[in-house]
């Protein structure tokens, strides 16, 4: 099976902080997935990356940035991290579209 | 741009009985997949059902089946015999060209 693992499963971040969110594909995956999720309003796309040192803005990228050296690894980033910043963060990869996306199981983050 | 709506917030159901969970979608594109994950309180997004928009025949997966209804652009959940298990936050998504779009959820209670 498909692996996709978050670093941290909470973390507690002071504002201004700049926030380092890690995640690891073990499958070869080229496509790679941030999601913000929130009660109320579901997942929400923030990045994506097709391939390696590639990435496209997803529907809520203000304040967040990614960065995606190796195939394996996609990692988003709080440049400064803020209050309204408080979700929880769920990466994803993809392979064959059929079968939708592999998630990995979230990062709570809190931010103080 | 594509749009999920998902109509229920929560639902419940008794233990064995059965439910079904609404989806609605708006798009412009012929070719899409559209997909029921389940997020159980251990936070992990689980794949539920898929189903290509091309296939008219509706996906069924033990006790889940989808209702599909492409040109009002519907795509319900059926659970049979639900058990305790099945309790768990239930997101609708649609993918089409890349992106994964999802709803906002519908928490699903059961009552033993």
């Known amino acids: 099976d498909v692996k996709v693992t978050q670093s941290s499963r909470y973390l507690v971040k002071r504002t201004g902080e700049k926030v380092f969110l890690e995640c690891v594909q073990d499958?070869?995956?080229?496509?790679m997935f941030w999601y913000r999720q929130d009660p109320g309003l579901g997942l929400r796309l923030i990045y994506f990356s097709y391939d390696v040192k590639m990435k496209e803005k997803g529907d809520i990228p203000e304040g967040y940035s990614v960065s995606r050296e190796k195939k394996e690894r996609f990692s988003l980033i709080l440049e400064s991290a803020s209050t309204n910043q408080t979700s929880m963060y769920l990466c994803?990869?993809?392979?064959?579209?059929?079968?939708?996306?592999?998630f990995g199981s979230g990062t709570r983050l809190t931010v103080v | 741009a594509q749009t999920v709506t998902q109509s229920q917030p929560e639902m419940s159901v008794q233990e064995a009985e059965t439910v079904t969970l609404s989806c609605t979608y708006d798009?412009?594109?012929?070719?899409?997949?559209l997909f029921w994950y389940k997020q159980p309180p251990s936070r992990q997004m689980i794949l539920v059902i898929r189903?290509?928009?091309?296939?008219?025949q509706n996906a069924t997966e033990n006790r889940f089946s989808v209702n599909f209804q492409k040109a009002a652009k519907s795509f319900s959940l059926k659970i049979s015999d639900s058990q305790l298990g099945d309790a768990a936050m239930y997101f609708c998504a649609y993918r089409g060209n890349e992106k994964l779009t999802f709803g906002t959820g519908t928490r699903l209670t059961i009552i033993p």
């Open positions: 189903q290509e928009a091309y296939k008219q």
């Open positions: 994803a990869s993809r392979d064959r579209p059929l079968y939708g996306y592999t």
């Open positions: 499958m070869d995956h080229e496509n």
């Open positions: 798009t412009s594109e012929s070719d899409y997949y």
